[in-house]
């Protein structure tokens, strides 16, 4: 079961890091999956926000460019998703996503207030 955490409220500017996990992942596993990032405000659809390949390839939404980040720690077997200069825009719930398997996170809420 994936799990997303680290979301919560911060000001315009602020930063968070968001975490994807799936609990007892073998550690080969881990490296094959590649995991995206997505975002949903209420009424709208959810919008791709970044990716990381399991070959570390990265690729970011225009509007996250230069403030977001995908990383990933192979000993703790979690993606992460930094996020800097936060916008109100960025308001959403975050979700992740690994595929192979098309596997989703329960989302976490991201509130930036102005």
């Known amino acids: 079961q994936l799990q997303a955490s680290g979301g919560g409220l911060v000001q315009a500017g602020g930063s968070l890091r968001l975490s994807c996990v799936v609990p007892?992942?073998?550690?080969?596993?881990?490296?094959?999956?590649?995991v995206n990032w997505h975002r949903q405000v209420p009424g709208k659809q959810r919008e791709f926000v970044a990716r990381m390949t399991g070959g570390g390839s990265t690729t970011y939404a225009e509007s996250v460019k230069g403030r977001f980040t995908v990383s990933r720690d192979n000993a703790r077997k979690t993606w992460y998703l930094h996020m800097k200069n936060l916008g109100p825009d960025d308001t959403a719930v975050y979700y992740c996503?690994?595929?192979?398997?098309?596997?989703w996170g329960q989302g976490t809420q991201v509130t930036v207030s102005s």
């Open positions: 007892r992942i073998i550690t080969s596993v881990f490296w094959s999956k590649d």
């Open positions: 996503n690994i595929n192979p398997g098309n596997q």
